[in-house]
């Protein structure tokens, strides 16, 4: 996920500005970084959708790739055994 956040702020600061507010956010919300990185993953290519952005297709695909990764902890999410 570092690498994610990394490539947002290199890209854009504001994209990585946002990526951390919305992961702050739902963290306080949940107390599951897990379920804070997904949320905040998908909240990038939805954020660019709505400001107009033509590059929210690689950062579909960038969310795509990290749910595929974080599988684990969504099935541990779904089963209420993820630690906080």
């Known amino acids: ?33 897990s379920l804070s990185s997904m949320l905040a993953s998908i909240a990038i290519p939805i954020y660019l959708v709505i400001i107009g952005n033509s590059n929210f297709i690689f950062f579909l695909i960038m969310f795509i790739l990290i749910f595929y990764t974080h599988r684990e902890n969504v099935k541990r999410l779904k089963n209420k055994e993820e630690s906080k």
């Open 1 to 33: 996920m570092a690498t994610y956040v990394g490539i947002l702020f290199s890209l854009n600061i504001v994209y990585g500005l946002v990526f951390i507010l919305v992961w702050f956010l739902i963290f306080l919300i949940s107390k599951y970084s």
